[in-house]
Nanobody
Framework: QVQLVESGGGLVQAGGSLRLSCVASTRTFSSTAMGWFRQAPGKEREFVAAVSWTGRSTSYADSVKGRFTISRDNAKNTVYLQMNSLKSEDTALYYC?????????????????WGQGTQVTVSS
């Protein structure tokens, strides 16, 4: 069983930045693909970004490309999401997810474990 704990959310003005962190309680973190997803009120959960177990391969949703950066520190069992130039439409509950087998995926059902989420609110 893998536990994921997100942090770093909060209230920020449009144009500002936040960095989300997700700590994973697993001994196999360095071989686990990780992803970030988000869900706004009344909307479906959507893919944000994903990273391979080495950190060399990343993938982003078109809506965040160029503004968000996903990275990981395997020594700390932590994955990060640096969010810059935030917009009001980025307001959502952000979830960290772990996929034990396979490449990073944009599909939520392919992830095995999920955190509880951290709220990001961007005021315009």
């Amino acid at each position: 069983q893998v536990q994921l704990v997100e942090s770093g959310g909060g209230l920020v003005q449009a144009g500002g930045s936040l960095r989300l962190s997700c700590v994973a309680s697993t001994r196999t973190f360095s071989s686990t693909a990780m992803g970030w997803f988000r869900q706004a009120p009344g909307k479906e959960r959507e893919f944000v970004a994903a990273v391979s177990w080495t950190g060399r391969s990343t993938s982003y949703a078109d809506s965040v490309k160029g503004r968000f950066t996903i990275s990981r520190d395997n020594a700390k069992n932590t994955v990060y999401l640096q969010m810059n130039s935030l917009k009001s439409e980025d307001t959502a509950l952000y979830y960290c997810a772990a996929r034990e087998v396979g490449w990073p995926s944009r599909v939520s059902v392919e992830y095995d474990y999920w955190g509880q989420g951290t709220q990001v609110t961007v005021s315009s």
